[in-house]
C-alpha cells in the first residue's frame, strides 16, 4: 500500500514538474579551501539544480572514511594519499574526479626556529598519524635532508584549529596550518618554515571518494557530483564575492580580509580543477612517498585502476558537458588533463 501511494506521489510532483529531491549526505574533513565548491554549490543552488537536497557533515580522518563504508555518506572530498591508503586496503572505496590541486599549507614553528633543519629532533603536531598533514610534512622535512624519524610527531587529534592551538600553547614546536589559519599565527610572531605550494614535485590533490558498490549501482551519481562541483567552480571563479559569502558562512570566525587573500591565490594558480581528472603524476607520487614501511608495501603491490576511475570525467567530456558550461576554449584544458590522467 505504502509503495502505491509512493508512486501516486510521484506521479502526482511530476505532472505539476515538481520531482522530489534526492536526499544526499557528503562528508568534509576539513574546514578549509579544499571544501570551498561544496560550501559554494550548497548556497548557490547547484545540488538542487542537479536533483539533490545535499547535507554537509565535518567528520576528520579516519572517521570520514567510516562514514563512506558504513553509507552515512555518499561521498568525502578527501586527500589524495588518505583515499589511496584506504581503497588500497580490499578495493572496495573508488576515487572519481579530482577537483583540487594543492592547499597554501605552511609548516609553522615560534621565531626560534631558523629553518625546517632546526627542527631535528623536535616535536610536530599532526591530527593523526599517516594523515594528509602527517604526509606534507614528511614531504618538506624531506627537502631539507630529514626524515620522518628525525623529528617526534604528536597526534592532536583534531582539525587545523586543534593543531594551531597546540602551538600555540607549546604542546608542539611545530605543525603543519592551512590558509587562512597561518595568516592570524605569522601575525604572532610565528613563522612558515616552509610550504608545500613553494614545490610543484609535492602532489596534495583532492579526490571525490565513493564505496565502489554505490557507484556501481547508481553510476549517474558521480556524474551528477562532478557537474555540480563543476557548476560551483565555475562561479568560484566569476563572483568573488559570493564565493567569499559563502565560504565565510561556513567559517564564521575567519576574518573576510583573509579569505580574499587566499581567493586570489587560488584564482592565480587555478587551485580548482575545472576538468577534474586524477592525474598520474599524483598517484605515482603517493605510491613513492609511503607514510611508512607497511604502507609502502601495502600501496607498491596495489592495482590502482581497480579503484581510480576517470571515466565519468570521460564521458563528461565527450558529451561536451565542460564546453557547454565554461566555452570552446576549455577544450586545450580537456586535451591536456585527459592526456596525463591515471589510466
Do not use: C
Not at 610550504?195 to 549517474?220: C, G
Not at 592525474?279 to 600501496?299: C, E, F, K, N, T
Not at 564521458?315 to 584544458?333: D, M, T
Amino acid at each position: 500500500m505504502l509503495k502505491v501511494l509512493t508512486s501516486l506521489l510521484l506521479a502526482v510532483l511530476a505532472a505539476y514538474g515538481q520531482t522530489p529531491l534526492r536526499d544526499i549526505t557528503i562528508n568534509f574533513a576539513t574546514r578549509t579551501g579544499t571544501t570551498w565548491p561544496l560550501y559554494i554549490a550548497q548556497e548557490g543552488g547547484y545540488f538542487e539544480k542537479y536533483g539533490m537536497k545535499a547535507k554537509l557533515v565535518f567528520a576528520v580522518h579516519p572517521a570520514a572514511v567510516a562514514m563512506i563504508v558504513s553509507g552515512d555518506a555518499q561521498m568525502t572530498n578527501y586527500p589524495l594519499e588518505q583515499a589511496m591508503q584506504a581503497s588500497s586496503k580490499d578495493g572496495s572505496l573508488v576515487m572519481i574526479g579530482s577537483p583540487y590541486r594543492k592547499s597554501l599549507f605552511a609548516l609553522m614553528a615560534s621565531d626560534n626556529f631558523a629553518t625546517v633543519r632546526d627542527l631535528k629532533g623536535k616535536t610536530i603536531g599532526v591530527s593523526q598519524l599517516g594523515d594528509a598533514p602527517y604526509n606534507y610534512a614528511v614531504g618538506l622535512l624531506s627537502k631539507f635532508g630529514l626524515g620522518p624519524r628525525d623529528v617526534q610527531w604528536v597526534p592532536i587529534g583534531t582539525d587545523v584549529n586543534g593543531r594551531a592551538a597546540a602551538l600555540l600553547s607549546g604542546r608542539v614546536d611545530a605543525t603543519m596550518l592551512t590558509a587562512p589559519i597561518y595568516f592570524k599565527l605569522e601575525q604572532r610572531g610565528f613563522k612558515s618554515l616552509a610550504n608545500t605550494s613553494d614545490y610543484d614535485d609535492i602532489y596534495a590533490p583532492t579526490v571525490y571518494l565513493y564505496k565502489k558498490s554505490l557507484a556501481a549501482a547508481d553510476p549517474k551519481l558521480p556524474e551528477l557530483m562532478i557537474k555540480v562541483h563543476a557548476e560551483a567552480i565555475k562561479r568560484f571563479y566569476e563572483d568573488k564575492a559570493f564565493a567569499v559569502k559563502a565560504y565565510l558562512k561556513y567559517n564564521k570566525n575567519d576574518d573576510p580580509a583573509d579569505i580574499e587573500r587566499v581567493y586570489d591565490y587560488y584564482a592565480r594558480t587555478n587551485t580548482f580543477e575545472r576538468v577534474p581528472y586524477l592525474g598520474a603524476a599524483a598517484v605515482r607520487y603517493m605510491i613513492d612517498h609511503p607514510v611508512d614501511a607497511q604502507s609502502a608495501a601495502q600501496l607498491k603491490k596495489f592495482d590502482f585502476r581497480a579503484v581510480v576511475d576517470n571515466a565519468a570525467v570521460d564521458r563528461l567530456v565527450r558529451e561536451g558537458f565542460f564546453e557547454k558550461l565554461y566555452g570552446p576554449s576549455i577544450k586545450a584544458e580537456e586535451d591536456r588533463q585527459g592526456k596525463s590522467a591515471f589510466r
